[in-house]
């Protein structure tokens, strides 16, 4: 479960983040925010998707680039607010 | 007295912690008009020192231009100095009203409406016209003011990847349930100087009944085949259905934008737009000037003309020594360096050889995208293009970058 989450953050980065020539290498540790993968401005519609596809409400003041910026934080922010994760 | 000890320290840290991490903006002086040769007391207390301006946004010369100054010493003598009121209470003099008809005429828009600001036009425009029903799908890398702007508006936000059209396609499809949707861009992009795809972007709004709305602040008064804007340049003149511009770039460069587009949306701006609402109106010297910039741009490509034959002589030149430079049309152009130490080491060596320029780098671009961005000037003549290409060429020379492409620079320097 935890693994098919990952794939499906870390395939939603690379194919709305990164441009279609890019040679950038994505993990589960990659920093995405501090590095300027993902800007702060683009951070909501990763937001959006996490919503929309766990069902599920992240507060604003829990959606931190901190919270967001490898895809492990985001697996853990996301089981934070989906019972059974 | 309530600043408090713990106050300082705090807002004294984060200073620190600014400058610690090399962002911190300084100012300079200039003691002299704004123009192609100004003079300036950088750092503060050294001699003032005359140097080639290659940073200002002062495309069409505009800015110190004899007629514009004649004209704004004729709006200060005829209607003073200030109105001391927003423009509903007792601030609209005639002379508002015909600039903002002049821009209609000049924009090829329905109707108009002035703002002490672009930003301030955007930080209205959003909120007045979209509500948590509808959709802002905009490109990535618009200008900062509309950030802002979009971040005050209730509606839903969607973003695409920078000028791609195949993703804003699949955010309009993602949002087909909403009951409007505005398509969001910059006409040309302020760090990269590139030129927003509109006749695409209109293919894709008449596809999926989406409004376009342009930020054109890089572009009014010069892009076009009559400086109409971006929207002239990419033969969409009656496809875009609002702009956004300035009066603070070409136009003139004091301060003062605008919203301009159908009637309707105007007319709510009128009526809602707190920042039109709550700030003074635009001073009367400025209003007096803009109108002199219309009438003559609008009578004479001249300006507009050199610019162009600037900005294509300083691109050919400057990539003929071996610089490394985005490629395009627009008086922006940046020399990339991709490193931030570089950045900033090679525009203060310019500086030292009497080239104004400036490094920008992360957060402003993105990470190992660091350049100086050169601005082109009607008011450049071709000795002052000729001695900026050659300090470059000298100042290349001494960090060994010339005729060096990206992976040569970065395995240089590093990222």
Redesign the interface.
């Known amino acids: 479960m935890a693994d098919d989450m990952k794939k499906l953050i870390t395939d939603y980065v690379k194919r709305e983040y990164l441009d279609e020539d890019s040679d950038q290498e994505i993990d589960e540790n990659t920093p995405l925010i501090s590095s300027g993968i993902v800007d702060s401005f683009s951070m909501v519609s990763l937001k959006t998707f996490l919503e929309k596809k766990f069902e599920i409400k992240i507060p604003d003041d829990k959606a931190t680039p901190q919270a967001f910026d490898t895809v492990n934080n985001i697996i853990k922010l996301v089981g934070e607010f989906k019972k059974g994760v | 007295m309530a600043y408090s000890n713990k106050a300082k320290e705090f807002y004294g840290t984060e200073l620190t912690g600014i400058k610690n991490n090399g962002l911190l903006k300084e100012e300079r002086f200039i003691k002299s008009p704004q123009r192609a040769n100004i003079k300036v007391e950088y750092p503060v207390g050294s001699e003032t020192k005359e140097v080639l301006n290659f940073c200002a946004n002062n495309y069409l010369g505009l800015s110190s231009h004899p007629e514009v100054i004649a004209a704004a010493h004729k709006g200060l003598d005829e209607r003073g100095f200030g109105l001391s009121s927003v423009r509903f209470i007792c601030g609209t003099q005639d002379i508002h009203d015909e600039l903002e008809k002049k821009l209609s005429e000049f924009l090829k828009m329905e109707d108009t409406i002035l703002f002490p600001s672009c930003m301030e036009a955007n930080a209205a425009l959003f909120d007045v016209t979209l509500d948590k029903e509808d959709a802002m799908i905009s490109d990535?890398l618009v200008h900062a003011s509309i950030?802002d702007g979009m971040r005050l508006c209730k509606a839903?936000?969607?973003?695409y990847?920078h000028s791609?059209m195949e993703h804003l396609e699949e955010k309009l499809q993602e949002t087909q349930s909403c009951r409007f949707r505005m398509i969001i861009t910059d006409g040309v992009f302020s760090m990269d100087g590139d030129i927003a795809k509109l006749d695409k972007i209109c293919d894709l709004a008449d596809k999926y009944d989406a409004i376009v709305m342009v930020d054109d602040s890089h572009s009014t008064g010069f892009m076009g085949k009559n400086g109409r804007g971006t929207h002239e340049h990419c033969g969409v003149m009656d496809r875009v259905d609002v702009i956004t511009t300035t009066l603070g770039k070409a136009m003139g460069g004091a301060t003062g934008g605008c919203v301009s587009g159908p009637k309707e949306i105007v007319g709510m701006c009128r009526q809602r737009a707190r920042p039109y609402l709550f700030s003074n109106t635009v001073p009367p010297a400025i209003v007096a000037a803009s109108i002199k910039i219309i009438d003559m741009i609008s009578k004479n490509n001249e300006r507009r003309d050199k610019l162009e034959a600037n900005a294509l002589y300083f691109r050919e030149e400057i990539k003929k020594r071996g610089l490394d430079i985005k490629e395009g049309t627009h008086p922006i152009v940046p020399v990339m360096l991709y490193n931030a130490k570089l950045a900033q080491n090679m525009a203060k060596d310019l500086y030292a050889e009497g080239i104004y320029v400036i490094g920008f780098f992360?957060?402003v671009v993105?990470?190992g995208q660091a350049r100086i961005r050169v601005q082109i000037s009607a008011d450049h003549e071709r000795e002052h293009l000729d001695k900026a290409i050659n300090a470059f060429a000298k100042v290349g020379e001494k960090y060994k970058i010339l005729g060096k492409k990206k992976d040569e620079i970065i395995a240089m320097y590093g990222l």
């Open positions: 990535r950030v839903q936000l969607f973003n990847k791609n992360f957060p993105a990470q």
